[in-house]
């Protein structure tokens, strides 16, 4: 069966939104970001602080194209993800895509309510929601290449299962 990859701003659901998908259709979850975290022994903000973003983003394309197709995998992928390295074509090539497409004033409100400051990208930025909807226009255009988009309206479980499986 063919991989999902769930592509989106910070803060759009991916992880919560993937862990869910996974368990419906009895595939594994497997976070990015967490896959990172791991093969660098280092946090990612700690990642970004010591070797830059551009190290972070070849890092996030070697590990993400080590995503074999068909293996019954949600993969929720760092919000940057799929903007560089063409890892949007590798998604697409392997794999059914979702695009949770979260208004910039929602995904604010989000990551103010989370609390931690483990968004690099995003660390002490004073207008969050001016700098959301400018990363979210830079991005757009390689979401929207998603196989399809959900938004808070029609991010619901069962709506993305009955999607999912068309493409599935």
Not at 6 to 28: D, E, F, H
Not at 124 to 129: A, D
């Amino acid at each position: 069966m063919k991989n999902v990859f769930l592509v989106g701003m910070p803060s759009s659901g991916k992880s919560t939104l993937g862990r869910k998908l996974a368990r419906a259709l009895n595939y594994r979850f497997v976070d990015l970001d967490k896959l990172i975290v791991k093969d660098q022994k280092k946090t990612i903000p700690e990642i970004f602080r010591e070797k830059g973003e551009g190290y972070f983003r070849e890092v996030e394309s070697r590990i993400l194209h080590q995503t074999r197709p068909n293996q019954w995998l949600v993969v929720a992928t760092g919000g940057g993800a799929p903007c560089f390295f063409e890892n949007m074509a590798f998604i697409k090539a392997t794999g059914i895509s979702v695009f949770l497409n979260i208004p910039p004033a929602e995904l604010a409100h989000r990551i103010l309510q989370h609390g931690k400051d483990d968004r690099p990208l995003l660390s002490g930025v004073t207008q969050l929601e001016h700098e959301l909807e400018e990363r979210l226009r830079f991005r757009l255009p390689f979401y929207t290449q998603a196989d399809f988009t959900v938004t808070p309206e029609t991010c619901k479980i069962n709506l993305i299962l009955e999607l999912l499986r068309s493409y599935l």
